[in-house]
């Protein structure tokens, strides 16, 4: 199954509760990157169903912060250092409000 399958299979239409556990909601965050990393192999339809499903997680970074802060993103965040543009490793700040919001994809911005 492609990344874009499985991040959008977990996120649409509303993040699976199942999935809030440790090392296990944080791996959005790995699948997010692998789609960034092919995105303009994507088809129209998958990018919107991935713009749907980005807004759809930062929606609930109030509830995925906490793995953020602690699962393995944030000893890969420490390691590589990924750049603001890569919001999808920032969900911690973004719950917190410290996420600058002018580098939220546009459907997500407040």
């Given at each position: 199954?492609?990344?874009?399958?499985?991040?959008?299979?977990?996120?649409l239409?509303?993040?699976?509760?199942?999935?809030?556990?440790?090392?296990?909601?944080?791996?959005?965050?790995?699948?997010?990157?692998?789609?960034?990393d092919?995105?303009?192999?994507?088809?129209?339809?998958?990018?919107?169903?991935?713009?749907?499903?980005?807004?759809?997680?930062?929606?609930?970074?109030?509830?995925?912060?906490?793995?953020?802060?602690?699962?393995?993103?944030?000893?890969?965040?420490?390691?590589?250092?990924?750049?603001?543009?890569?919001?999808?490793?920032?969900?911690?700040?973004?719950?917190?409000?410290a996420?600058?919001?002018?580098?939220?994809?546009?459907?997500?911005?407040?």
């Amino acid at each position: 199954m492609r990344e874009v399958d499985v991040y959008t299979s977990c996120l649409l239409p509303e993040l699976d509760d199942g999935l809030i556990v440790p090392e296990t909601v944080s791996r959005m965050a790995y699948f997010r990157q692998g789609i960034a990393d092919v995105w303009d192999e994507l088809t129209a339809e998958e990018r919107a169903l991935v713009a749907a499903s980005d807004a759809v997680l930062i929606d609930a970074a109030d509830k995925v912060a906490e793995f953020w802060r602690v699962d393995s993103v944030a000893s890969i965040r420490e390691r590589d250092q990924p750049p603001k543009e890569a919001w999808w490793w920032w969900l911690h700040e973004i719950a917190e409000g410290a996420f600058p919001a002018e580098l939220l994809p546009k459907a997500a911005r407040p």
